[in-house]
């Protein structure tokens, strides 16, 4: 497999394609919408709530917190999620960057 060659493009054009990629999943949507609700959140706790295997829950976990999108903190034998609240704004920020180049092209494509 080739290289990505994402040296090639801009820090803001890598953030985007790091945020699509942590929100390519229904299961991560799910989580960050359980973590938007409710503030914070156990692992366990989320296990409890999604149809999946802790494994598989604490994977996503791990694929949001790699983007940035969540942070976690150690309780004993616990971890503690919550949305990262200067990545989820940056997140927005970029995001609403890119769809509002569409809208000051007024739409027009084909």
């Known amino acids: 497999m080739g290289l990505s060659k994402t040296e090639e ?12 990629k942590a929100f390519a999943h229904p299961a991560r949507i799910a989580i960050l ?12 706790d989320l296990v409890d709530e999604l149809p999946l295997s802790q ?12 983007a940035g999108l969540i942070k976690g903190s150690i309780d004993g034998a ?9 990545e ?8 609403n960057e890119l769809f509002e180049l ?9």
Do not use: M, P
Request: charged share 25%.
């Open 9 to 20: 493009f801009t820090l803001k054009e890598n953030a985007i394609a790091k945020y699509a």
């Open 33 to 44: 919408k359980l973590l938007i609700k409710r503030q914070s959140c156990i692992c366990g």
């Open 55 to 66: 494994s598989t829950v604490s994977q996503h976990l791990k694929e949001l917190k790699d």
């Open 78 to 86: 616990k971890v503690c999620y919550c949305i990262d609240e200067k």
């Open 88 to 95: 989820w704004a940056n997140a927005r920020k970029y995001l």
């Open 102 to 110: 569409h809208v000051k092209a007024n739409g027009n494509c084909c």
